[in-house]
Each structure stands twice: as C-alpha cells, then as structure tokens.
C-alpha cells in the first residue's frame, strides 16, 4: 500500500511553540542564549531610533544655522572692507563741491565701494543708482532701495564733526569727516529661518535681515 506523498515542514523552536501551542519545546543552552542576544539586538536598535529621532532636530538645527552665519559673518567682513575703502576714498577728495546738488566726490565715494563689492564677488543690486542729496548741515548722499518698509543701500556723510581731546594740551578738536555706511539685506541662505520655523510655528524671523556696517575717515 503506497503512503501519500507528505510535505515535510521543518520548524524552529518557535515555530513549533507558535503552530503548537499546547506543546513544550526543550530549548538547549546554545538557542537560548542566541534568543537573549537577539532581543537585546532589537532592543538596543529601537532606543538607538529613538535618540537620533530626539537629537536630529536638534542637530538640524545646529548645522544649518552654523552655515548661515557663518556665511553671513563673511558677507559683513565684505562689506566692512568695502565702507573702509569708500571711507579711505572720501578721506582724500575734496569737499568743496559739498554745496553743489550732486558732488562729483560722492559719486567717486559710491563708485570706490560698489567696485570693490564686485570684485569681491557680492551682490550690488541692493544700491541705488541714483543719489538723494541733502547738502546741509551734514551733506548726506543716500543710494537707498527700499523693501517692506526697510531702507538698504549706501550712505556717504561728507560733514561729520568728530570731536575728541588732544592729549597734549586737553582741548577738544573738532575734525571734519567722512562716513561710509552699507545697509544690506541678508537671505538664509541655507534656510535657517525656515527650520526655525518648522520647529517653532510662532518664532518671527525678519527675511532678509539687514546687515549695516560702516567706516569714517577724517577729510583733506
């Protein structure tokens, strides 16, 4: 009499536990540790989910907006130069024509920092073509664009009194000069506001920001 051909299934120890509940499966030394192994594998990795889940971001955060000011301390270091070079230029030309409507030295002054900013591979859209002269008292020249109610661009002050005392004999000495300040309107650029954002719905972050810096030089 044949014997119908029976498919063999191997089972593990939990297998059998699983198919056989009602059996007991002696487990020898060698699978039970392998089990304990095993468990605290999955254990370890599932808390090792957790932290990086909690910590990232955290460390989001960090990286990005270590890139952005970093990024953004360059660009002040840029524009820095730049006011000490238009700065430098108004030191060694003269004010005579401060009186007139649009002084040739200021646009000189203007022309000295925006060519610098070029070279140093910044951005010079954010000042304006055209100059807003104000010949007295001080004799502001502005190269203003303005976004959301904020003023960006170039400022030259040709007529600014420094005062100071003269260590020599204590008296104040008054000394004309000529001050050169940049307004520039700075984007994430690495999108730290936004990651703000993200983390924290109600914190208010003004985009672009405005970097200013400026420099002053005594005039001829």
């Keep these: 009499m044949s014997t119908p051909n029976c498919k063999i299934k191997t089972l593990g120890t939990r ?3 699983r198919d056989f509940p009602g059996l007991r499966v002696r487990r020898g030394p060698l699978s039970a540790i392998l089990l304990k192994l095993h468990t605290r594998a999955r254990e370890t ?4 989910l957790l932290e990086f889940a909690l ?6 955060v960090m990286v990005v907006g270590l890139l952005d000011f970093a990024h953004a301390y360059s660009l002040k270091q840029k524009l820095a130069n730049a006011a000490r070079e238009g700065a430098r230029m108004g030191g060694s030309e003269s004010v005579l024509d401060t009186t007139q409507s649009s002084p040739a ?3 000189s002054i203007k022309d000295d920092v925006t060519t ?6 910044v951005d010079t859209s954010f000042i304006a073509s055209s100059m807003s002269w104000t010949p007295s008292p001080t004799s502001v020249g502005t190269y203003y664009t303005t976004s959301g109610g904020t003023n960006y661009g170039l400022k030259i002050e040709r ?3 420094i005062t100071y005392t003269d260590p020599n004999n204590a008296t104040l000495v008054t000394v004309p000069s000529t001050r050169v300040t940049l307004y520039y309107p700075y984007d994430w650029t690495f999108g730290f506001d936004q990651v703000i954002k993200l ?3 109600s914190a208010n972050f ?3 920001i405005r970097i200013q810096t400026d420099a002053m030089m005594a005039n001829p």
């Design 15 to 17: 297998g059998l536990s």
């Design 45 to 48: 990795e599932a808390a090792e």
């Design 55 to 60: 910590a990232l971001p955290i460390i989001l």
């Design 105 to 107: 030295s200021v646009q």
């Design 116 to 121: 610098y900013l070029q070279n140093a591979g």
């Design 159 to 161: 007529n600014v009194l």
């Design 199 to 201: 983390l924290v719905p």
């Design 206 to 208: 003004a985009d672009p």
